[in-house]
């Protein structure tokens, strides 16, 4: 069956480190990929998306290109901020499910 | 004002009490969903509705029981609960439910975080 994988959490980061959180996907068809993030005491909010191969979704400075050779959706930014401490869910939608991964938790240090 | 509304952001009930949760969306979405957030578990998916209708129940204990009178408002009633029912619940919408398509996103609400005494 479709399944997500990321990487586990804690990452621990100092400010303006460059950051990768790895996500890695089995399916069947072409789903569409997705990055949510999780602030303290909120809900789920999308971060960003890719519909198709070789799409590169983008915002706030992430960024996160569908590869379907090697089935990833890594998730990338250049510069973290302290701000971006969260819990980064990679998420897969399919014909009839939509499969999340654990969650990865970020710490971005002062 | 959010596209997704829960109330209440926190709920604290002992085991014997009749409770309930309240999810509205505004974005006029036809699939609602439940999630339970454990601490660390993955997001588990409660119950699915499409259309008014249930369409996934995965394998829930019936002192949760949902109602969706509505696209636009889904509930949770919660009756005789345990303790390690409590989580943050999280209700979300989506334009369909069996669409693979990236118009079909999901959008979260912010959740209601259940104390169970």
């Known amino acids: 069956g479709d399944s997500v994988t990321q990487m586990e959490g804690p990452v621990t980061l100092s400010e303006e480190a460059f950051l990768t959180i790895n996500c890695t996907y089995t399916?069947?068809?072409?789903?569409?990929l997705f990055w949510y993030v999780q602030y303290p005491g909120e809900g789920l909010q999308l971060l960003l998306k890719a519909t198709k191969a070789d799409d590169k979704g983008s915002n706030k400075g992430f960024e996160a290109t569908y590869r379907k050779e090697t089935t990833s959706f890594h998730l990338e930014k250049g510069s973290v901020q302290v701000s971006d401490s969260a819990v980064y869910f990679c998420?897969?939608?399919?014909?009839?499910?939509?499969?999340f991964g654990k969650g990865t938790r970020l710490h971005i240090l002062p | 004002e959010t596209g997704v509304t829960q109330t209440p952001r926190h709920l604290v009930m002992g085991m014997t009490n009749k409770k309930s949760l309240k999810c509205e969306q505004h974005l006029g979405h036809n699939a609602m969903y439940w999630y339970k957030q454990s601490a660390k578990k993955p997001l588990e998916l409660m119950f699915v509705?499409?259309?008014?209708?249930?369409?996934e129940n995965n394998s829930v204990p019936s002192r949760f029981s949902p109602e969706c009178p509505n696209s636009s408002h889904l509930f949770l009633h919660l009756h005789t609960l345990q303790p390690e029912d409590s989580a943050l619940y999280l209700c979300?919408?989506?334009?369909?439910?069996?669409?693979?398509?990236?118009?079909?996103?999901?959008?979260f609400g912010a959740g209601s975080r259940l104390t169970v005494l």
């Open positions: 979300a919408s989506s334009r369909g439910h069996r669409v693979s398509s990236g118009a079909n996103v999901l959008t």
């Open positions: 509705y499409n259309f008014k209708e249930q369409t």
């Open positions: 399916a069947t068809g072409y789903p569409s």
């Open positions: 998420a897969l939608f399919g014909e009839d499910k939509i499969i």
